[in-house]
């Protein structure tokens, strides 16, 4: 939302509930029991039970997306990355035996090229021990949270890097469709 909204809301006295993880424990509060028990939609055990389930709900779904990105960066980016920056290495070597071939461009690519890559197997290292450190947690409300608050950040510090190789590694070497393949081309 609009941070106009967020203000409007707020002087509405309406919550502001800015992820899943924060909106689940709403349906216990003792407003939420009395109302669905009132009209006999749910029970106080029935609205309990919902709690776990959208826990666990949430949690399977950014671990399959967490392993999808740890999989999609080990073996295609990464690897795609390397062949672009030997490619990089190769052109300053051959344009650069030429007298007098100004190779800045290239070596600035190169510079960036690996830069970027080493971020992007941090990040996907951060990334693992994470998904791995919730995988052992039990299921609930603990696990829930720490897929929020340390997973899917972890997500967003591997996206970054790999956004900003995305716009430089030529497009023949890049993996998958680009954003502006899936913008314009499809």
Do not use: C
């Not at 609009?2 to 709403?26: F, H, Q, T």
């Amino acid at each position: 939302y609009s941070e106009e909204w967020v203000e409007e809301a707020k002087r509405r006295g309406l919550p502001n509930i800015s992820s899943m993880v924060d909106a689940i424990p709403a349906l216990v509060t003792e407003k939420s029991i009395n109302l669905f028990g009132k009209f006999h939609v749910f029970t106080k055990a029935e609205l309990e039970s919902r709690v776990e389930v959208k826990y666990e709900t949430y949690s399977k779904a950014v671990n399959v997306e967490a392993r999808a990105m740890i999989d999609i960066a080990s073996k295609q980016i990464i690897p795609a990355v390397i062949r672009y920056a030997k490619s990089l290495a190769d052109a300053v070597n051959v344009i650069g035996s030429v007298e007098g071939a100004d190779i800045s461009v290239e070596k600035d690519l190169l510079l960036q090229t690996t830069q970027l890559l080493k971020e992007t197997q941090t990040a996907l290292g951060v990334l693992k021990q994470k998904t791995e450190a919730a995988g052992l947690m039990e299921e609930g409300e603990r696990r829930a949270r720490y897929y929020h608050d340390e997973v899917s950040p972890a997500m967003e510090a591997l996206r970054k890097p790999v956004d900003q190789l995305e716009m430089i590694v030529d497009k023949e070497m890049w993996p998958m469709p680009s954003y502006g393949d899936l913008m314009f081309e499809v």
